[in-house]
């Protein structure tokens, strides 16, 4: 069983960056593809980037691209997300997740696809 434990979110104003790390319990970790999502206060779960098990291919929602990057250290069991130029709108709890099944898929975006998930980190970004 993975586990997963992210750390990095914290209130920060419009404008500003932060990098969330995601740190995971094993090393089978570094054959599983990665990815980020968000949930708002009375909103669903939403995706925000993915990463292949290589690190070679990445994928972003739109709103996001440009704006944050998601990387990964295989060395370190750790995924990143930078997110640079922050909105309010990126105000969430943020989700690391892992999908053994797909490693080499770029575009998987829906929450059942991923079977393991971090606690979350609460990003707050002030207007």
Known sequence: QVQLVE??????????????????SERTFSSYA????RQAPGKDREFVSRITYNGYSTYYLDSVKGR????????????????NSLKPEDTAVYFCAAD??????ATVTSPPDYEYWGQGTQVTVSS
Request: proline letters at 2%; charged letters at 20%.
């Open 7 to 24: 750390s990095g979110g914290r209130l920060v104003q419009a404008g500003g960056s932060l990098r969330l790390s995601c740190s995971a």
């Open 68 to 83: 944050f990057t998601i990387s990964r250290d295989r060395a370190k069991n750790t995924v990143y997300l930078q997110m």
């Open 34 to 37: 990665m990815g980020w999502f």
């Open 100 to 105: 053994r099944h797909r490693p080499t898929t």
